[in-house]
């Protein structure tokens, strides 16, 4: 987990299969706090189901989920914390 | 010439290394902080079923005669200067170094945490814990139970289930179930958390009538009550609280800084096992930070990269694991699974369960490589099939 010049928290599961993304998001929610926007990367097609679940029960809010070259790329604004 | 290879840790990843590299090439030390090696599985059976076996054996038992086995904590290690410090103020310089070190539990995560364990005892800590859990659960009249997880990193990954099926297990033989609720809690979306082992393991626990709360992920517990409060908000009241604390790597300070994760899990190329940034350090077992399992199957297949490595064979390690599942009254199942093939759905059976159980026996001699054939076509022969392009690429956090 890297945090970048700009606020966001970058987390890069690439090359992680299931359950490595969402283990790695929970950990960084774990450290996060309101208004924090964490960037998720991952290669595990899994993430886009188990994200979508993990926002609605969360309360936080997925901003984009967009692919290239089968890299996921999920942004989240932490709303609830 | 011998060149010096330093060990730091004397659990299964080091004592398997130590075991298996020529001694005319290396000159070996294991910096070891325990004295026992703890055949860590069995603390399953002694919180569960008060297993009562030979579970600890002693580290020098289990190291050739030419390994120099030291027992002190090693502080500090500095991957530039190629040297490893202990709170003894012991230095160790060496040419290669394995980091060994596993992880442990820390109950400081998660405020509350603490009383519960103390109170009621866990099964991934420690002997004496885990004997603490048998006697409230032998001991428990009736009434709710929660199980699961404190943290998304765990310790072998089916070992809450397995927790949970034999505390079913056990009420059912004490004639309890009836009067008890089970409820297990898990951070993950689903009970296990690779999908397609929870296509099984999902309709035995409605069979067994076990609650599942998902996205619970333990943030406080109120040890007053007995309440479990989770970060998305939910709550669990219980009378016996079961919590695997969360897991850090082991407090070592390393130079550079940036070799270890926020928990201290050492950051590792995850085929050639080197840490971080270096050529001459490899981390193996729980201590690093490989997106696999954490468990015994892959510690074992680690360390034999790395040994094959430092004896001028360049191995890679495949992300294989292989990890026994008990999943209570006489059967279990076998979770396979590498960073290219899926897990795929296994059959429960007895003999998977009777495997699970012949497990410590196994272990002893593996350690020491007296079973490295048998080992290796057990491996050849459940070796899982990559994924094909067209399907999901599964789990090897098996
Ligand atoms: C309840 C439970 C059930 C399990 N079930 C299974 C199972 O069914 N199948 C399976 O494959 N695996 C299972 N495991 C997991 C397995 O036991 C571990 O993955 C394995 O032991 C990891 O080996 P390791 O060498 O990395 O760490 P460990 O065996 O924990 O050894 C770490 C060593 O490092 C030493 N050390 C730590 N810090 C320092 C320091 N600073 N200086 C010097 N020495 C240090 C320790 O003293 C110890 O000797 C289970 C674990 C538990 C707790």
Redesign the pocket.
Known sequence: MDETTTGRILIDSTGSPCPGPITDLALAYRRSKVGDLLELWATDPGIRTDVRAWAAKTGNEILSISDSDGKIVVVIRIAKR | MQKKLLI?????????LANSLDRRDFEISV????FG????????YV?FTNVKSHIVRD?RSLLPPHVNLIH????AVDLNEQRAT??NGAVFPYDYLVI?????TDTSQIPGLSEINEKYGD???SIAR?QRLWKRLDSFPGGTIALGQGSPII??P??PL??IFLTDELLRKKGLRDKSRLIFFTPFPRAYSASPMNEIVEPLLQEHGIEVLTFFDLDHIDPATNTLYSIEGDKIECDLPIV?PPFKG???EYLPVDVVDPDNFVITDKETLRVKGTFNAFA?????NLPT????????LQ?KVVAKTLSGHPAKFDGR??????LGNGRGVFVNGSYEAPVTKARPTRTNHLM?MA?ERIYWSSLRGRLDPVMDAYFALTRPRPASKEQEPASTNV
């Open positions: 730091i840790g004397g659990g299964s990843a080091g004592t398997i910096v070891s902080s325990s090696h703890l055949f860590q599985p069995a603390l399953l919180a580290e002190d904590q090693i502080t202990s709170a060994a070190t596993g992880m442990r099964y991934h800590s885990a310790k072998c089916p070992s397995e927790g695997i082991a407090e070592i193996v077992g729980d201590a690093s399992s954490k468990a015994g199957v892959g510690t074992h360390a694991t292989s990890c026994p599942f008990d699970k497990f």
